[in-house]
């Protein structure tokens, strides 16, 4: 008898009605013999009483429901039947085998038929494949594959569930499912599984199959994963690279890389090395669903003021950002191990977050400048005047000792160096626009870059003894359409 079960989302099992298809081909072999026996009796009604003994006997074979022909002897039939099972039961002792029951002899009385014993014992042989008892995976009513035993069948759906889920979880969960009490609330950073099932309609039903075909539950677990019953690997020859080996199995170098998590993209491959190239086709899809809480944190907002007083491109932090924090409920969806849907449930904010506040100049800087030059320190005096010195001619003029050592422009232009320059250390060069340039030396440090608009009075620098200088001064320079001229014709 041929029961069935099938499996819901949780893995239960319900009584289905019985199997009807053997019924059905046992029935038309009987009405088959039936009308055989009436061929006889109506042939023998008519014979001759003086030639009854020349009636001889047939047997008709059928393997299942399929009609293989005939023969003279029932018995090199049965011969076959038992050598079969005998061949079987020595590969799979652990089976009790069975070929009798497939094979149907339908015996009639003829006065004069030619049976082809040799054909219809050959074709018997090569096709009759001797069954055991077993028990067939369905997915949505068809069988995909087949174990040993019921036991194996749950075996195996429980060893696919706790591919994407550890042990302790799946039992965690089905004590939980059990009990029916309800689940505690989840503290920050904590997770827990609230359902394990599978997307498709997966039955078991007991069934006869050929013992060669019944998996165990491993493989089983290994061929609903990808179709097949061991993984594909493949073997580094020499001149391999992950990207060739990837494109010939009609793979990306990122599914490789998926497949063999001991490799990474810098691997160096070895000759002999064993690459796994299976790609994954489930049969059969897991459905994870598990809720997690999460403290996360909270992006505070910059907010920008403009402030027409001071030049563009300064700034001025009024109040500095803080991020705040907040606890998130989620709500995860997995299938196969992969993330399909991820939903908010819950959301508390525990600290608000601060606003970052900056005050940002709008005053447009002139590029050009005003042809009337400011002093480039803070005070100070002159130490050394532009002219021979040293044997040497010195191009500008050495300012010293001033209030503080803040350098600034000596009048609007833009920076087209900023850097150091051998002898001069730290040095800057504005171009004015107008003709004029200014040179700025050993600073020791530089606060504008090449590019830079820079208004008059601005600070670029500070004042340092970078290059050769025998101490703290500013090396100031001035040309005029790209002459030299003495700085104190210009300075006020």
Known sequence: MNTKWNTGRDGSHNLSLLNQNNKYGILKKVLFAAVLLLTVSFNLAFANEGNIES??????????????????????????????????????????????????????????????????????????EPQTDAFALQVDGEPILYLKNKKDYEETIKKLKLQYVPEEKLKELEQSKSSNKQLPKLEANQSRIIDVFLSEDVSGEETKVSPAKILTPDEAVQYIKTGLIEKQVYVVKKGDVLGKIAKNHGLTTKELLELNPDITIDTLLQIG????????????????????????????????????????????????????????????????????????????????????IEKVG????????????????????????????????????????????????????????????????????????????????HLSEIYVSVGQVVPQGSVIGKMGTTGNSTGIHLHFEVSKNGSLINPLAVLD
């Open 362 to 441: 709008t005053k447009v800087i002139s590029s050009r400048g005003t042809g009337e030059f400011i002093w480039p320190t803070s005070g100070g005096y002159i130490s050394s005047n532009m002219g021979s010195r040293w044997g040497s001619y010195h191009r500008g003029i050495d300012i010293a000792r001033p209030s503080n050592y803040s350098i600034k422009a000596s009048d609007n232009g833009v920076v087209t160096f900023a850097g150091w320059d051998g002898s001069y250390g730290n040095k800057i060069v504005i171009n004015h626009n107008n003709g004029y340039t200014t040179l700025y030396a």
């Open 273 to 356: 090395q064993e690459i796994n190239v299976t790609v994954e086709k489930p049969l059969i899809n897991v459905q994870v669903i598990y809720e997690k809480v999460n403290k996360e944190k909270i992006d505070y907002e910059k907010v920008i003021e403009e402030d027409a007083s001071m030049y563009k491109g300064e700034k001025q932090i009024i109040q500095e950002g803080s991020p705040g924090e907040k606890e998130v409920s989620y709500l995860i969806t997995e299938v196969n191990g992969n993330i399909v849907k991820k939903t908010i449930t819950e959301e508390k904010v525990l600290v608000e977050p601060t606003k970052h």
């Open 55 to 128: 009636i001889d006997k047939i047997y008709h074979v059928y393997l299942e429901d399929e009609y293989i022909g005939s023969v003279s002897d029932e018995n090199k039939v049965r011969k076959i039947i038992e050598d079969k099972e005998k061949e079987v039961s020595l590969l799979y002792k652990d089976y009790e085998i069975d070929a009798d029951s497939l094979v149907t002899i339908v015996p009639e009385q003829v006065f004069s038929y030619k049976t082809n014993d040799s054909e219809t014992l050959k074709t018997l042989s090569e096709q009759l």
